[in-house]
């Protein structure tokens, strides 16, 4: 028997108790996979995981002294759903700098990092069944959120110059004319895109707008690199070039200040931002954090750090294309201009989940490019492509790295 507030209460007779089965999962859950990260030693090189470079995270200790005294009552309470006023103010401020015409405060939802945000905008614009634009390959930690949301994919190939606007139009204007649903929104990382590294020409960005306006297609912009450009001149954003609020942005400070504080934003139209806002459900993003980074842009350290940034992740690219150059020369590489990422092109005839497994025989950790294509057996998915991060392995990991990856793949 079981003590319950109204007295003894009945155990559950197990005979007669309605197993729980995994046909009670819902369809969302039901797709995802079972299978669990896989252990790795304490030695093993990391370049599997876009982390931040232990040496460019900032120290914060004043500025959480400032939010745990002068603005405890702040911090330490609910923050207002859309965010802390201030600080979508200073991204809006910020966004105005990059090219955002008239954005403001009201204009800004604050988020638990990009991928909440997408996440947002999923369950916002998403219904079981519809169907979607990303890239072939795409994030591929955006595609089990895609997924779980039950949606189709419409896979497009890029160029050198990113996603393929020509090979889109056709798509696109073939759906028009045999009556299919045409797809809810274009989702893109036009700036140092990941996987690839490419970055969209301002040509190319214009064209990919005017189809999605023409068709009336939403687009979604994740842009977590676009500060982290090593040379060349920056692009405007898709938002700076919205034609007509039919692009939603993605920002974060992961990239900006670190990885960890976990806030990001959304960018889009005032009437998005209002049912977004109510789709919400943690009761607002962590105020705390939020001043952290307020009080840290506002004295002016943001732009110092991204320098520093820039600076660290920039040798650091440097040393793994001078090591790939060196170890793997029968690899091809995209060079970016900037990000966290080389995407490699291995010869005809390797499999590149076996390479990945003989890697990490070797206590280097690697992706395997198959995983960044969101149809794995689609007609663009391929596999001998590798996904290398430089961004947290230091210079002399990565040279060690990158000699364990060319001593499996000459064990192949």
Same mark, same amino acid.
């Given at each position: 028997?079981?003590?319950?507030?109204?007295?003894?209460?009945?155990?559950?007779?197990?005979?007669?108790?309605?197993?729980?089965?995994?046909?009670?999962?819902?369809?969302?859950?039901?797709?995802?996979?079972?299978?669990?990260?896989?252990?790795?030693?304490?030695?093993?090189?990391?370049?599997?995981?876009?982390?931040?470079?232990?040496?460019?995270?900032?120290?914060?200790?004043?500025?959480?002294?400032?939010?745990?005294?002068?603005?405890?009552?702040?911090?330490?309470?609910?923050?207002? #759903?859309?965010?802390?006023?201030?600080?979508?103010?200073?991204?809006?401020?910020?966004?105005?700098?990059?090219?955002?015409?008239?954005?403001?405060?009201?204009?800004?939802?604050?988020?638990?990092?990009?991928?909440?945000?997408?996440?947002?905008?999923? #369950?916002?614009?998403?219904?079981?069944?519809?169907?979607?634009?990303?890239?072939?390959?795409?994030?591929?930690?955006?595609?089990?959120?895609?997924?779980?949301?039950?949606?189709?994919?419409?896979?497009?190939?890029?160029?050198?110059?990113?996603?393929?606007?020509?090979?889109?139009?056709?798509?696109?204007?073939?759906?028009?004319?045999?009556?299919?649903?045409?797809?809810?929104?274009?989702?893109?990382?036009?700036?140092?895109?990941?996987?690839?590294?490419?970055?969209?020409? #301002?040509?190319?960005?214009?064209?990919?707008?005017?189809?999605?306006?023409?068709?009336?297609?939403?687009?979604?912009?994740?842009?977590?690199?676009?500060?982290? %450009?090593?040379?060349?001149?920056?692009?405007?954003?898709?938002?700076?070039?919205?034609?007509?609020?039919?692009?939603?942005?993605?920002?974060?400070?992961?990239?900006?200040?670190?990885?960890?504080?976990?806030?990001?934003?959304?960018?889009?139209?005032?009437?998005?931002?209002?049912?977004?806002?109510?789709?919400?459900?943690?009761?607002?993003?962590?105020?705390?954090?939020?001043?952290?980074?307020?009080?840290?842009?506002?004295?002016?350290?943001?732009?110092?750090?991204?320098?520093?940034?820039?600076?660290?992740? #920039?040798?650091?690219?440097?040393?793994?294309?001078?090591?790939?150059?060196?170890?793997?020369?029968?690899?091809?590489?995209?060079?970016?201009?900037?990000?966290?990422?080389?995407?490699?092109?291995?010869?005809?005839?390797?499999?590149?989940?076996?390479?990945?497994?003989?890697?990490?025989?070797?206590?280097?950790?690697?992706?395997?490019?198959?995983?960044?294509?969101?149809?794995?057996?689609? %007609?663009?998915?391929?596999?001998?492509?590798?996904?290398?991060?430089?961004?947290?392995?230091?210079?002399?990991?990565?040279?060690?790295?990158?000699?364990?990856?060319?001593?499996?793949?000459?064990?192949?």
């Amino acid at each position: 028997m079981i003590f319950g507030l109204g007295g003894l209460l009945p155990t559950m007779n197990p005979a007669v108790e309605t197993p729980v089965t995994r046909a009670s999962l819902a369809n969302r859950a039901a797709r995802l996979t079972t299978a669990m990260p896989a252990h790795t030693s304490e030695r093993a090189i990391s370049f599997d995981s876009g982390h931040a470079c232990p040496a460019v995270l900032p120290d914060l200790t004043q500025e959480a002294d400032r939010a745990l005294t002068e603005y405890r009552s702040e911090t330490l309470q609910y923050a207002p #759903r859309p965010g802390l006023p201030e600080l979508r103010a200073w991204i809006a401020e910020y966004m105005r700098g990059d090219g955002v015409p008239d954005v403001s405060a009201d204009g800004i939802q604050i988020v638990n990092g990009a991928k909440h945000g997408l996440e947002l905008i999923c #369950r916002l614009l998403l219904d079981e069944g519809d169907s979607i634009v990303v890239t072939a390959p795409t994030y591929f930690t955006a595609i089990p959120i895609f997924k779980s949301l039950g949606v189709r994919f419409i896979e497009i190939p890029q160029d050198a110059s990113g996603l393929d606007v020509e090979i889109l139009e056709r798509v696109l204007e073939q759906r028009r004319r045999e009556g299919a649903p045409l797809p809810k929104f274009i989702y893109d990382v036009p700036d140092f895109h990941n996987p690839t590294g490419k970055t969209m020409p #301002r040509k190319r960005r214009e064209a990919l707008l005017d189809a999605a306006l023409r068709h009336g297609v939403f687009v979604v912009e994740d842009s977590p690199y676009r500060k982290v %450009r090593f040379e060349g001149t920056s692009e405007p954003s898709l938002k700076a070039l919205d034609p007509g609020d039919i692009v939603l942005a993605l920002g974060t400070f992961s990239k900006l200040l670190a990885p960890g504080l976990r806030i990001g934003w959304i960018t889009a139209a005032r009437d998005l931002l209002t049912r977004i806002m109510q789709l919400k459900s943690d009761g607002g993003s962590c105020p705390l954090t939020q001043r952290l980074i307020l009080e840290f842009a506002k004295a002016g350290h943001l732009d110092t750090h991204m320098r520093r940034v820039q600076e660290i992740y #920039r040798e650091h690219r440097d040393r793994m294309i001078a090591a790939l150059r060196r170890e793997l020369p029968q690899a091809e590489t995209v060079i970016p201009q900037g990000g966290y990422y080389v995407w490699l092109t291995l010869p005809a005839g390797i499999n590149d989940e076996e390479l990945a497994t003989r890697a990490a025989q070797r206590d280097v950790i690697v992706l395997p490019g198959s995983k960044f294509f969101a149809e794995p057996d689609g %007609r663009y998915a391929s596999k001998n492509h590798m996904r290398l991060a430089y961004s947290h392995a230091s210079p002399e990991e990565i040279d060690a790295g990158v000699a364990r990856l060319a001593e499996a793949l000459r064990s192949m």
